[in-house]
């Protein structure tokens, strides 16, 4: 059974990141249909199949969706990447990455030019990721 992260769990990590690390950035949700729409990404299907039928495609979409979305005013790709880490962990598996690397991948996804696509994001997080 996968777990999902909630909204709720999702503005938490926000505000802890920006009370944590930028207390003076505002904190909250900016626009709440795209926060809605990330959250639910992974859980997506059609025809009774899952679109994202893995952990790491899964991962990748809230990662992805997070990230591009800029649901929040402050810390979004922050944000993002706390909730992928998270996202792994309650699904039985720890990222394994440097703070620059992940500081550099987020960003690269982050930036919607560079149309890196889902399986990409994925299979970079499948490479990153131990089972706990």
């Known amino acids: 059974m996968t777990y999902y992260l909630t909204e709720e769990q ?9 009370r944590t690390y930028s ?8 626009e ?4 809605n729409s990330a959250v639910n990404r992974p859980k997506q299907s059609a025809f009774g199949r899952d679109a ?7 991962a990748a979409a ?4 997070l990230s ?9 790709k922050r944000t993002a990447f706390a909730a992928l880490e998270a996202f ?6 720890t990222l394994s990455v440097e703070t620059q690397e992940e500081i550099d991948f987020t960003v690269e996804i982050a ?9 990409e994001i994925s299979i970079w997080i499948k490479h990153q990721s131990n089972r706990i």
């Open 52 to 58: 994202y039928p893995t952990i790491f495609k899964k």
């Open 10 to 18: 999702i503005i938490y990590l926000n505000a802890f990141l920006i």
């Open 111 to 119: 930036d919607q030019e560079n149309k890196i696509d889902i399986n």
């Open 68 to 76: 591009q979305n800029h649901p929040f005013f402050n810390a979004n």
């Open 23 to 30: 207390p003076n950035e505002d904190v909250g949700v900016k």
């Open 32 to 35: 709440a249909a795209l926060l």
């Open 62 to 65: 809230l990662f992805q969706s």
């Open 88 to 93: 792994l962990e309650k699904n039985g598996y």
